[in-house]
Every structure is written in C-alpha cells, then in structure tokens.
C-alpha cells in the first residue's frame, strides 16, 4: 500500500470538504437567507438557492467529461485540479463581501465556487485506482469520505464558535463572524491541499499521436466514449442508477439548511446539528468500508440508500430542532458510506488508462443529477407554497435508483473491464 500517497489523496478530502460543509450545507444557506435575499420573500429565496446550484452544477457537467478525457490524454490531471481547486478558494474568499440584499452577488460566488469544488473532484476522484490497489479501492474510498468529513468538521467547529460568540473573536457581530468564515475556507482549502498537489504523481500513460488542439481531441475521445460506453453494460447501468440515488443526495445536502430556516428553525440549532452530521459521519464512513468486505459494497449501498427513505420520509413531518437533530445524525449514519460505496463501485469497474475520462462520465452523472434535485425542491416549493412537498419529491429518486441498482452485477462489471483492457479493445 502506498501510505504516503493514500494520506495525500486523503488530506485533499479533509480540505475542500470546508466548502461542502461551511458554504454549501451550513453557513451559507442560513447568511442567503437571511442577509444576501433578506429583502426576498422566505420560498422565493428557498428556491433562488436552488437554482443556484442547479446553474452551478450544469456547467460542470457540460466540462466534466471533457475536461476529464482532456487530462486522460495529456496526463495533466493535477493541472486541471489545482486550476478547479484554485477558482474554489478565490470564490470562497471573496463571499466575505457579501453583504445585505447582494444575493445576486452570493449566488455567482456561489456558483463559482460550486464549479471550483466539484470541477476539482472530478479529477480528484479520477487519482483514486492511482494510489489504491483493486482490492482495497472501498477502504481508501471510504478514508477519503472519512478525511473529509473530519477537516470539514473541525473548519465548521471553528466557525460556529465564531458565530455564536464573536466577541470572543473580537467580532462586533454574528454576521461578520460568518463573512469571515467564508474567507476562512478558502485558506483552509488552500493550506491543506499542499500534500496532494506535492506528494502525488500522476502517471504517464504512452498515447498515439493526434491532431488538433486539447479541446478537438476532448470532444473527439467523449465522443467515442459516448460510442463504446454501452460495451459496459453494467457499469452504464450503474452510473444511470447512480444518478438517481444521488439526485436525492446531493440535494438533501444542499438544501437541508435553507429547508431547515425556511420552516424555522434557528441558525444555532441547524449549523449545531450540520455539525453533528461531520463527525457522526467520521465513524461510520469507516464502518462502510469495513460492511463492503464483510457483506459487498452493493448489499452496504442498500442499507445507506433505504435508510435516506426514511430520512426524506421524516423530513418532510419535520417541525422542531429536535427532530432536525435527530435527521442529522441519520444522515451522517450514512452519507459518507453512501457516496464512497458510490465512487469505489464505479471505479472497481473502470478500464485502465482511461480513469479521468471515466470519472468524468461519473462526475456528469452527479453533477445532472444535481442540477434537477435542487431545481425540482425549489420548483416544488414555489409552485405548492410549501417546501415540505419539495423534500418529499425526492423519495421517487431514491426508489427508482434502488431498482435499478438491484439490477447491477457488479463482478461482471469488473470482468467487461478488464476484458476491453486485455483484448486491446479499447482506443487510445
């Protein structure tokens, strides 16, 4: 095993996971809505964050796939990650500038941001059969979510302590303390990146001579993706599961909060709760690991995705910061188990030489799935009056995605992988 590399790849978990946490799910909503769309009524500034983030995902479908056959072919990977990783922390800074009634001025950050992190992790993932053996591709998986949770956490621990007594940071204000801890992630971001962008040395793979710019030869390899993809049968029907069950995911991540304030519940209980999600989540993202070599990866993925049908289900009778509290640690019972089972599942039936490029067709499958999640919670919820019936549109992804992932044979997955390899079938 490779320790040093595996700590790296690690480490950059723990410090863009500061965005999801501080920006995406906790401190952020609450500031939108708040301050940025005060002079906004509560569903319309519920469902202006959800187009945000619908806006901000689409972009990086359309580039991800892309962007990842570019990398596969030029070997540049980490380039693309630290430019992606670069326009995430810039972002994150300059939301400190966000003050009263700029919620157009909050959603381009945030939609920059968005691009920054999620354009990142394409490439980030892709670094993943890199520096994991096949065998051992769900413990590090789940490491990484564990990594993540951890240092996304600490920053959230941080910063709520800043909120709730900015005095003792010599703070005039709660809402002072919050543009500063916005500042604060793209620091974080920064800091923590240095042992992945240091350590890990992506490989180099021989590719035959073609013409054209990057750009031409991107367009020209997704296109002969989009070609060949339906060779793996099980791996395609996998990512179209994927992608449903994870609509509801990511969505529950990106508008739990804002839901949260929009019902009333108050800032402390829900960043306090968001809080007890990351290190509930530490845990149990290694437990998933340890489920996927005793049980399989895909019997684990069953438990996480059942148990978020509950989460939708309770979520939507939700009325007090106890039961926020309690959906909380639901989900961080199963987040990161969820989505590291994901990304090993995936990557266990990926072909070699061709890992970005194949997690770029993973990351447009997130990154659509989250464009209609938020979109649908918040046109659900302009159109009834009422967000409760947006959180409960989002059992019908969780069920449609556990049946299609039912239908998954992931062994043979790996078999049409290795296959294509083996009897050269693959271009490069």
Not at 24 to 46: E, Q, R
Not at 157 to 177: H, T, W
Not at 308 to 333: Q, R, S
């Amino acid at each position: 095993m490779k320790r040093k590399e595996i700590y790296s790849w690690s480490m950059y978990d723990w410090a863009s996971s500061a965005f999801a946490t501080t920006i995406m799910a906790a401190v952020l909503p609450i500031y939108y809505f708040d301050v940025a769309a005060k002079n906004l009524d509560s569903t319309t500034a519920t469902a202006f964050w959800g187009y945000s983030q619908s806006i901000a995902v689409l972009i990086v479908a359309l580039l991800a796939p892309i962007l990842g056959a570019i990398a596969d072919y030029s070997s540049s990977k980490m380039k693309f990650l630290r430019f992606f990783a670069y326009m995430g922390m810039v972002a994150s800074v300059l939301l400190a500038f966000v003050g009263e009634g700029d919620y157009i001025l909050a959603s381009l950050l945030l939609i920059f941001g968005t691009i920054g992190f999620s354009g990142g992790n394409v490439f980030y993932d892709g670094f993943l059969p890199e520096v994991a053996q096949r065998d051992d591709i769900d413990r590090v998986s789940a490491r990484g979510y564990a990594f993540g949770y951890l240092g996304g956490g600490v920053l959230l621990l941080i910063n709520l302590a800043m909120i709730m007594f900015p005095s003792v940071f010599f703070l005039p204000n709660a809402g002072v303390a919050s543009q500063i801890s916005f500042a604060s992630v793209g620091i974080w971001w920064f800091i923590f990146s240095i042992p992945m962008f240091k350590n890990i040395k992506e490989k180099k793979h021989e590719q035959p001579k073609m013409e054209g710019s990057y750009v031409s030869i991107g367009f020209n390899r997704l296109r002969k993706t989009f070609k060949e993809i339906h060779q793996y049968k099980q791996l395609l029907l996998f990512l179209i599961a994927f992608w449903l069950f994870n609509d509801g995911i990511s969505t529950i991540i990106k508008m739990a909060t804002i839901y949260g304030r929009d019902i009333g519940i108050g800032t402390t209980d829900l960043i306090a709760a968001l809080l007890i999600t990351q290190f509930v989540g530490i845990p149990f993202a290694f437990l998933f690991g340890y489920l996927a070599r005793r049980i399989q990866a895909k019997r684990a993925l069953y438990i996480a995705l059942w148990t978020y049908v509950l989460i939708v289900l309770l979520g939507y009778f939700m009325e007090t910061a106890a039961h926020f509290y309690a959906l909380a640690i639901l989900v961080g019972l199963v987040q990161g188990g969820a989505q590291a089972l994901s990304r090993s599942i995936f990557g266990s039936m990926v072909p070699d030489n061709r890992h970005a490029e194949f997690f770029g067709f993973y990351g447009i499958s997130a990154k659509f799935s989250a464009i209609f999640g938020p979109f649908v919670f918040g046109l659900v919820g302009q159109l009834t009056g009422s967000s409760r019936l947006g959180i409960f549109s989002l059992v019908i992804f969780f069920l449609i995605g556990i049946f299609l992932l039912s239908k998954v044979d992931i062994e043979q997955g790996k078999k049409e992988a290795g296959s294509k390899v083996v009897n050269g079938e693959i271009p490069m």
